[in-house]
């Protein structure tokens, strides 16, 4: 067990108060892109999580009757004090989870701050129904929350994803313990204590633990009236089988392997660009939405490759918090390891051709770190276990198609529905091909990212549950109430 000195703002936060875990356990964080250890926070267990959800429970019952408005207000000053902290903030993700500053840690922190003020002048849609029964009976609904909400995130956006569940959920009136993931605790931290500036204590907790403890405790407590888990959909079947032992109900945004139909009309730079967009490289591909399979139409298929190995090849790799870099490191030598063994598989395989990338650099700077090179492979078959699970590294297999039909068959051969991309400039043929392809959201001639608003989430495996929206909120959040008052004197 490690124990070692924890500074305040690497204190977990619990009831409104920083604090080290119960046992004095650690647990190192590393820099992805130098692999040394930079900092400690607490190691969380079973008897931590008990404290924080029974301070998120006592708190419940006064943070429910907060009007919606104040609420709602507390959130958009949640937003103003993360917005002036954005340049710390984004240095602290790209350190702790290797993503370039320029392309990705600072949108990150800029987007964390539009999620507070979304869904902070959303505090009043709270909104009930009433049902025509008659003159004599008045029967309406309430919105109310559903107690205290158990969310577990992983590290890819460590920050973005914290503020996804505690801005909706607190909106709404619940109360919340976030377990923030092991890799990349930092900069929600840093979201926590800024939050706790303007919330009374026990409204959000945040604990830092391993998932196999912390996170199965928090599963698993009888408090939590509600679970909201982002990560694997290994982890989230444990989390819905731990949802269903107490009939709660669960939110779960799970993994992708998300298709990218491009038509022969969009063999152009405009596509090729969307596609690097789309496959999310300068995140390493570190994304639920990663658009990994790539269908090119056979009579594009290797001009188009060509263009997109010559445009991919200028991404920049190196220093996170380098200004020039575009493309930073894997999160750690787990992930790392497995990235490099879907490589090693691919190279392996005689029917694959290797149109770029491949084994991370042995030696030079690169070397220091968890740097993995963009890589394509192409003349792939949907078949491969390259093409048919989440590598969550820059690994993109391209597989050719010459009958529409038979893509969207390969599209829809994953257990998968994250997301999907259609690339064409016959927006009639786009759209049909968008309305077949099973997913969660499709994108037409752009690879870009969620937007507030948007009902984000997936079909089969990828999770139950939409996100990023008003709906999203107020069906993973609230419960129905239904309340029927007899006007008249007389039955009716
Ligand atoms: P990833 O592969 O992206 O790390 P995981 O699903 O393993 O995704 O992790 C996402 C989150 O789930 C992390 O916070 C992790 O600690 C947590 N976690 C992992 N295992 C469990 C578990 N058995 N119960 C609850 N949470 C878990």
Not at 88 to 94: F, G, K, M, P, V
Not at 209 to 234: I, Q
Not at 358 to 366: A, I, K, R, S, V
């Amino acid at each position: 067990m490690q124990a070692c000195a924890v500074p305040d703002a690497r204190r977990m936060l619990l009831d409104g108060e920083r604090v080290d875990s119960a046992s004095g356990a650690t647990i190192p964080i590393l820099n992805p892109a130098s692999r040394s250890v930079f900092a400690h926070v607490p190691r969380a267990g079973a008897e931590d999580v008990d404290r924080a959800v029974k301070a998120a429970a006592e708190a419940f019952a006064s943070w429910r009757d907060v009007p919606p408005r104040e609420r709602g207000r507390m959130l958009l000053r949640i937003a103003d004090s993360v917005e002036a902290k954005t340049e710390e903030l984004a240095r602290i993700i790209a350190t702790e989870t290797g993503n370039a500053l320029r392309t990705q840690a600072r949108p990150e922190a800029g987007l964390t701050a539009d999620i507070f003020r979304y869904f902070g002048g959303l505090a009043s849609e709270l909104k009930g129904e009433t049902l025509p029964l008659g003159e004599h009976l008045l029967s309406y609904t309430r919105r109310e929350p559903i107690g205290v909400v158990g969310a577990i995130i992983p590290w890819n956006a460590p920050v973005l994803l914290a503020a996804l569940k505690i801005a909706p959920a607190l909106c709404t009136g619940n109360t919340v313990v976030l377990k923030a993931a092991e890799d990349a605790p930092l900069g929600v931290l840093m979201l926590a204590g800024t939050c706790q500036e303007h919330l009374p204590p026990g409204v959000l907790n945040v604990l830092t633990g391993y998932g196999h403890d912390c996170g199965a405790a928090l599963g698993a407590h009888p408090g939590v009236r509600k679970l909201s888990f982002t990560g694997s959909t290994e982890v989230g079947k444990l989390i819905m089988e731990q949802a269903a032992r107490r009939v709660v109900p669960v939110s779960l945004e799970l993994g992708g392997k998300s298709p990218s139909i491009v038509f022969p009309d969009a063999n152009e730079d405009w596509a090729v660009e969307g596609i690097i967009g789309a496959m999310r490289f300068t995140r390493q591909s570190q994304s639920c939405t990663a658009g990994s399979r790539l269908f090119l139409h056979a009579s594009i298929f290797d001009e188009f490759l060509e263009k997109l190995v010559a445009r991919t090849s200028k991404l920049r790799l190196g220093d996170p918090l380098d200004e020039s870099t575009d493309m930073g490191a894997i999160i750690n030598e787990k992930q790392f390891t497995k990235v490099c063994g879907y490589i090693e598989e691919g190279l392996g395989r005689s029917d694959a051709r290797l149109a770029m990338g491949g084994l991370p650099p042995e030696t030079g700077p690169l070397s220091e770190g968890f740097f993995a090179r963009p890589t394509i492979f192409a003349d792939a078959s949907n078949d491969w276990r390259l093409a048919r699970e989440e590598i969550f590294g820059p690994v993109l297999v391209a597989i050719r198609w010459e009958d529409v039909d038979d893509a969207i068959r390969m599209a829809n051969d994953s257990h998968y529905g994250l997301a999907a991309f259609v690339w064409s400039r016959d927006i009639g043929q786009a759209l049909r091909t968008a309305h077949r392809v099973e997913a969660g959201w499709v994108q037409v001639n752009q690879g870009a990212g969620q937007v507030l608003g948007q009902s984000y989430g997936g079909v089969k495996q990828s999770g139950i549950g939409r996100e990023f929206s008003l709906e999203g909120m107020l069906d993973s959040f609230t419960q129905k109430k239904c309340v029927t008052v007899n006007l008249g004197l007389a039955a009716p």
